[in-house]
C-alpha cells in the first residue's frame, strides 16, 4: 500500500494524462448535460413552491412530477455506473462505455442499497460498528463491476481484503474524503460553474479509491 498522498498524486497523474482527460471529458459532458437539462426542466416545470403546495387533485402535473422524478432517479443510477465503468475501462470507446454503465445500473443500485441498509443498521446497534461496516464493504461496489462478482461474494471478498488492514484502509479513506471535500468547496465558490465543473470531474475524486482498491487485489 502506498501512502495516501501518493495515490492522490497517481490519480491526478492518470486523470491529466492527455488521452484518459479527453476520454473522461467526453463521458463526463454528456452525462452533466443530461444531468443539468433534467434539473433545469424539474426546476422550471415544479419549483420548490410547488413541491412544498402540492396539489394532489392535478393529477396531470402531478403525474409529470413523478415522470421527471424517476427520470432524475434512473439518471442518477445510469451516470454514477457509467463513471465507474469508465474508471474501470479506460480507453474502451465511448459509446461502449455507456452501454456498459446501462447495463450494469441496477447491479450498482443493488449494492449501494445493500451497502446502505449493512451501514443503517449498523448505526441502530451503535455508530462504531457503521464504521466498521463501512469499511469493510467499502470496495464491494468496485467488485461488482469490476470483477462481475454477485453481491454476496462481493461482501465476503471486500472484507477479506479489508483484513488486517482496517485502520490504514480507514485513515486512507478518511484522507481522501477530506481531499475530495476541500477541493469542492474550493470549486463551488467558483459562481455558476462551481458544481458543473465537480460533476465533470468526478472519476477525479474516485480513483484513488479504485487505485487502493487494485493495490489490495493484487496483494490479497
Known amino acids: ?19 484518459n482527460f479527453v476520454f473522461f471529458a467526453k463521458i463526463m459532458a454528456v452525462l452533466v448535460i443530461l444531468s443539468t437539462t433534467i434539473g433545469f426542466v424539474s426546476n422550471y416545470f415544479y419549483p420548490v413552491d410547488y413541491i412544498k403546495n402540492i396539489d394532489y387533485s392535478d393529477y396531470i402535473r402531478v403525474g409529470g412530477y413523478v415522470l421527471i422524478s424517476i427520470m432524475a432517479f434512473l439518471l442518477s ?23 456498459l454503465g446501462y447495463k450494469n445500473m441496477w447491479r450498482l443500485f443493488l449494492i449501494f442499497l ?18 466498521i461496516f463501512g469499511i469493510w464493504y467499502s470496495f464491494s461496489v468496485y467488485l461488482v ?7 454476496r461474494e462481493s461482501l465476503k471478498v471486500s472484507k477479506q481484503m479489508v483484513k488486517g488492514k482496517f485502520w490504514k484502509v480507514l485513515g486512507w479513506n478518511i484522507v481522501f474524503g477530506l481531499v475530495g471535500f476541500l477541493a469542492s468547496i474550493l470549486l463551488v465558490l467558483i459562481p455558476y460553474a462551481g458544481p458543473l465543473i465537480i460533476s465533470f470531474i468526478a472519476p477525479l475524486f474516485i480513483l484513488p479509491s479504485v487505485l487502493l482498491y487494485r493495490d489490495l487485489s493484487i496483494n490479497d
Do not use: C, Q
Open 145 to 151: 463491476l469490476d470483477k462481475n462478482m454477485g453481491i
Open 114 to 131: 445493500v451497502n446502505g441498509l449493512i451501514i443503517f443498521v449498523g448505526l441502530i446497534l451503535l455508530v462504531i460498528p457503521a464504521i
Open 77 to 99: 443510477i445510469w451516470s454514477d455506473s457509467t463513471t465507474y465503468m469508465a474508471i474501470f475501462n479506460m480507453g474502451v470507446d465511448e459509446k461502449t462505455i455507456f452501454r
Open 1 to 19: 500500500m502506498k501512502t495516501p498522498i501518493e495515490y492522490i498524486k497517481e490519480a491526478w497523474a492518470i486523470y491529466t494524462k492527455k488521452e
